[in-house]
Each structure stands twice: as C-alpha cells, then as structure tokens.
C-alpha cells in the first residue's frame, strides 16, 4: 500500500480521466498531489518492524547482536540498492537511455556532485542541497540512505537504553521528536525544497512513531474489542487527511512543521488500530496470499518503479506509432498499467535472481527468524 501511494504520486495523472468533483476525481487527486507521504508509511513500518526485530531478540538472549543486525541489514538493502545506482549512474548513461551520455557536462556534474554521497549512503542530504540528481532512477533512493543512517544508529542506542529503565527509552523519543520539530521550524524560510524534506535530522517523525508503537505494542496483547481500534482507526485517516488543506511541502512553509508529524501519527495510529484488535478486516485482507506476495517485493517495487515508469512511457509511444493508442487519456492510462507491470515483474525478477542469493545469505546471522518465502525452489527471508 505504501508503495502504490509513491507510484500514485510519481505516475501519469489519471484524476483528470474522471468529472470534476467527483470522488474518484478528488480521491486521486488527492494521492497523486501528496502520494508522498507513502514515504512516511514506509518510514513507520520500517522503524516498527525493525524495533520489534530488536526487542525480540533482546528478550531472548538478553543482548542484541550488533554485528548480526548490521550483516542483515547490508545483505537486504545494499545488493539491490548499489545495483540501481551503477545502473543510474552508469548503465543508463552508456545506453544514453533516460540520462545523459557518458561524455557529457551533465554526467560530468551528477558524478562530482552526487556518487560518493550516494556510494557512502548520504545522498540523502545531496539532494537537499542540491535538488534531486538529473537521472530519474536515482531521484528517489535518498529515501533508501536515510533509512541506513537510521539503521546504523538506532540499534546501538536501544541496545544501551534498553538497559535502564523503560522511561529512559520514551524520554529518549519524546527528545528526538521535540528536537526534529523545533529544526524543522528553524529551516523554514532559511533553505529551498527538498532540503527539509530530504534531511534526517529534520525527518524523525515517522521513525519515531514507528519505534513508540513497537515499544508499545510489545507489551501489549492484541484483544477482541473493536471500539477502541475503531477509533485509532478513524483518527489517524482523519490526521493524514488532513494535509489536503496544507499548502505543497514544495513550498516549504512553516505548515511542514506538523504536515510530517500529521502522516507519522496518522498511520501510527492506523498500524496501532490494526495491531490491537486480533481479527479484523483490515488484516484479513493484507494477509491474502497475492498482497502478502507483493509485499515481499516491495523494496525492490519501489526502487524499480521510476525505471517501470519509463520503459513504460517508451513502450507507449511505441504503440502511439503503431496508431493502437491515440488519445490523451488513453496515453495516461496505458503509461500508469504498464508502469505498474513492468515495475512488478522487474521487482519479482530481480527477487527470485538476484535478490533472493544475498537473502539465503542474511538468513545466517538471523537470531529471530522472520517468515521465510519460497524463491523458486528455494526459499528466503523477506524481512
């Protein structure tokens, strides 16, 4: 789900295929304007499921092995992510495909300004100072070496919290998300889109939301009532519905001050909703076979989705040519299908090739085991 708000967000426009006003109009609208808050959501999932991870482990060996989780993290994230990055620094400007060639001053000054940021997994914050690179399938993956840097820290300082007492941990939370607020009013008026959007420091909302509902949830059994998960259920969609009368994080107003911690709460709240309620539609529904499928792919959806959309757009004009596809709308919409497409099978290619090699691999240094997921004949851990 997470990933279909991005690729709503970055895909052709089809809101105006519908009536104006229409639900369907204003619904679409909607993501594709702010479809960038599925980067929140992934931000939650990802510092819950990992947090949880982590106090599993804590509970039953009573320590958490640093050297385990960072060989986990680096045979799950950086195969696929370095193989993007030679390919858009590298192949696709060979092919002179969606980049500009080799040979030309435009290369000459994504390589001085953004490879080893991206190779030493800071390229998060290149984008902030200098816009997003000019090579579509590298755009996107700041999101990927904010997340490491949130890797890297984040288990060496529960491993110590955890230690003390449970206080220390909320208080460290409630510090790290006061902190990011009161930045973010500070960079206001003094820095240009994407520097607030892009920076860490500035970004911890959902991270820390993400690990706050871990901590809680730990504890804490899901049970048969519906009210309470109701209403969680109910504010947090309201919260991150919200940030439709918001102006663009574009314009980096002070509104980015709670339109970040708005998505962050919102979708906590609808995590927490689904977690605390042992059988529920929503669950029910996100645990058939076909989404559970595609979410062990989501990494891989979301890194290969810029180059979908592009083979995407070629193959459309293709048809163009050919006289199959001859108006407006059935442009967008052949560009939007064949986006999805081509992104999924890339994503389950890629999964099942070369994914699912440094996965059986990360298997080795697992002390909780996640679920493990068939890979031909073969079978991996996806988490």
């Not at 820390?208 to 309470?228: D, K, N, Q, S």
């Amino acid at each position: 789900m997470a990933f279909l708000l991005v690729f709503v967000h970055h895909g052709p426009r089809l809101s105006a295929l519908f009536a104006p006003g229409s639900v369907l109009n204003k619904g679409l609208r909607f993501i594709e304007e702010r479809g960038w808050f599925g980067v929140d959501l992934f931000l939650v999932l990802s510092a819950f499921l990992i947090t949880s991870l982590l106090l599993i482990e804590y509970d039953r060996h009573h320590n958490i092995s640093l050297r385990g989780f960072y060989m986990r993290r680096i045979l799950r994230i950086w195969p696929l992510y370095y193989l993007m990055c030679a390919i858009g620094f590298f192949l696709l400007p060979w092919l002179s495909y969606a980049a500009d060639p080799l040979s030309s001053p435009v290369h000459a000054t994504l390589m001085k300004v953004y490879f080893i940021p991206y190779v030493t997994l800071f390229g998060n914050f290149a984008c902030g100072a200098h816009s997003y690179p000019p090579v579509g399938t590298l755009a996107h993956l700041w999101t990927v070496t904010l997340e490491e840097q949130f890797y890297i820290g984040w288990p060496l300082i529960l491993s110590l919290t955890l230690r003390t007492r449970r206080f220390v941990l909320w208080l460290l939370l409630s510090v790290l998300l006061v902190g990011t607020l009161l930045l973010r009013f500070r960079l206001t008026g003094r820095t240009t889109h994407p520097y607030i959007w892009t920076n860490t420091l500035a970004r911890l909302d959902p991270l820390v939301i993400g690990i706050a509902i871990a901590v809680w949830r730990h504890t804490r059994e899901a049970r048969a009532g519906w009210l309470v998960p109701l209403i969680k259920l109910l504010a947090g969609g309201f919260m991150v519905c919200t940030i439709a009368y918001a102006p663009p994080i574009e314009t980096q107003s002070r509104h980015v001050v709670w339109i970040f911690l708005a998505t962050a709460t919102g979708f906590g709240l609808i995590l927490d909703a689904i977690l605390s309620r042992e059988q529920n539609p929503i669950a029910w529904i996100l645990s058939r076979r076909p989404l559970v499928w595609l979410g062990k792919l989501t990494y891989g959806l979301y890194v290969y989705h810029i180059l979908g959309l592009t083979l995407a757009t070629e193959f459309v004009m293709f048809l163009q040519g050919r006289k199959i596809v001859t108006t407006p709308a059935g442009v967008a919409q052949n560009r939007w299908v064949f986006g999805l497409i081509f992104t999924i099978v890339i994503a389950a290619e890629s999964y099942r090739i070369f994914e699912s090699f440094f996965l059986r691999m990360k298997d080795r240094f697992a002390r909780v085991k996640s679920r493990p997921v068939e890979v031909g004949e073969a079978s991996s851990k996806g988490a």
